[in-house]
Structure formats: C-alpha cells, structure tokens
C-alpha cells in the first residue's frame, strides 16, 4: 500500500454566507424529522449500500438500529482491524479490509469473498449500521499546515500557495473559520501569520521519507492538533477539515457533499482513496465534530500506543504519516468510518491514476471535468490556480 506524503469560488447570496459565517451549534436529537428521512436515504446512496438482509451480529438492519433508539440509522464501515483480509473468508466480520472492497457470498456454503467487484451470482453481505445522533449544519473550520523545514533541498512553494490563496480568497479561506500552522512564524497577509507550533516531544526529524527526503510529520502534526485544541474555535462549527496547502480545495462543493449526511454520536470521518487498506489520505481530511474531539483527547493515549514510529505491517511501510495516525487513532476509539471516494481526485492515491501511471507516485491528475472536492497535487502557483479555474468551469451551477 502506498503511503502519500504531506509536505472552488461560490457565487450567490444565501449559500455564500453559509460558508463564510460561524454557524450556532448543531442541532441535535429533534432536528426536522421530516428531513432527516431524505437525509437517511442520501446516506444510503452515498455509500452505495441497500438493506439486503438481516445480519446477527450488532445492529443488522435500519430497522434494528431505529428499535433500538427511536431514530434513524446510517451505514458506516467497520474499522480495519474489525474486518477481514484479502484472502480470508469474510462471512463472519461480514467487512474487508481493503478500502472500497465488498463481502460477497454465493461461491458456496459457509464461504464469504472480498472483491472489488460482484461476481455472477453472488450477493453482498448487508452493511452494518449503526443510530444517528444528527444531521448536521454545515459550519466548517478548516485548517492547513506550512513547513518551513520541510527536510528535503528541493524548493518548498506552500507559503507562496498560502498567500495566494488568501489573497484570491480560495481554498480554506473560503470556510466559516480558518488558520494555518507552522514551524515558523509567517505572514501570510497585512494581520495574518502562521500560527507557530514547537518540537516539545523532539520527534518532529527523527526520521525522513526515503522517496520524498522530507521529514515524517506525524510529530509535527500531534502539536498543531494540540494546538487547534487549545484555541478551542473547531468545536464551534460542525466538521474540521485539513487541507493540504497543494490540494485545489473547494469550500463550496464540500458543503454540498456534506449536506444532509448523517452523524452518529461516536462521530464519522471520511475516507477517500479506494482499493488500499487505509484510505485517509492527507490531501483533504473531514472529521465531524465529535470524531476530532476524539482525536484529542485520545491523543496521547495512541502517541504512546500505536508504535507510530515503525508504522504498520511490522515496519515495511516506514513510521506513520499523520493521515494515518489520525485513522488509526479514531479507529482505535471507535469512530465511525464512511467511505466517500468521490470527494477528491489525488495523484497519491493509486484508483485515480490511469492505467499506465498506476506505479507514478508523482502522477498529476487533469482538473478538466472534475467536480470533485479537491485535486491534488499541485505545488507551484501557476499550475495551482490554473487546475482551480478548470475545475471551477466543471461544477455544475
């Protein structure tokens, strides 16, 4: 599984002021009944699922879900360690490990497969299901990090991305709320800098990419975590959403993506990148509120837990990246995943390379057509905003 290393505009009055002004808190256990029924039937959509069967284990149906609380329910995907792999027989968790990958029965008795796709005659486990606690606003605090010691000796053009991104008013600064982290102290703009974090675990250059030379910056991001949670503005809007300072990022598509999706109590992020085991990638991370709440104050405990610093599959990947470690920890924790991978369209990740650059770790996508949330990467300025203006041109109006 490939690794990816961390280093549109809106028109119209109503739906403007609701990307760029602070919402009140959400609502939560009586919001519109009469809505939350459409809602529930997107989430179904969404996620590609349909009420097949019953299954025996937790909640197994929509049904089960709304006798059990009184409200509705929503499909979500159990975490990685919950499933079952590549090639064992998936009937009993019912999930795989692979992102995007479906349980599938029908090869005979007693025998479930993972696959990408159905297979004549087989049938998909029934999802699993889990109450929803709300449906919420659409309020986003939405955050990016510049690394002034990046640890590799190519250029590094994220504060010139930054700074024209505010002047443009793009990308994050199109969000309720918004700030940037850093290892320096930066302007950005006339009353505008960087929000300067430190290496306080010294962990921040223990070790570098070997394809990239940059610094794993999992450490780095445990503070500006901390930090985000000490201001305390994310737990004013209803999702915290990190954006790669490379990744072309509409604010306004994002809102629609979001719109009418259910939330359970334990919280949800997105996952973006199928067809690998861990599909939170970097470029675009949405978490709703209580799934970043989560994220800090459980911090610690998998700093401390996870053995970051060798990573997964007993080291063959090399330590954690912060997508990863952030998955990891909210899985550990209980979080819900749903699976989104319609939201960005990503060099890093392998499903949205053609063919013949499925190996090309450097691929750049076309931003022609796309109606995605992000596109991603692009590090100079002018290649940038040029992808942005193209897919601006593609989103419906």
Known sequence: MYQPQDPREIEGGSEQDEILLPHPEPARWGWKRAAAAAAASAVLLLTGAAVASRRNSGLSSAEDAEDAVGLDAMVYTPSHDQCSGPKANCLATGCCQTAGYKCYTGMGPGVGKCLKKPCKGCTAVAPKYVAVNEYPGMSLFCFSVYTNNTGSTKKSYELDLIKEQKQRGVSIFRCSEQAVYSDVDAVIAPGLSTIKVTDVKGDWHFAKRKASGTWVNTGMFVQVWQAIGRAGVWARHNYVVKVDADAVFFANKLVEALRGMAVPAEGVYLENCPFVEYGYF????????????????????????????????????????EDLFAQKCMDRHGVKKVERFDLTRDGACPADRPKDQKKNKKYIPSCVGATTVTVHPFKKPSIYFKCMEEADQAYPR
């Open 282 to 321: 970097g470029n675009l991370e949405v978490y709703s509120k209580n799934a970043f709440g989560t994220l800090l104050t459980q911090m610690e405990d998998c700093y401390a837990g996870m053995d970051w610093k060798k990573g997964i599959k007993n080291g063959k990947y090399g330590p954690m990246g």
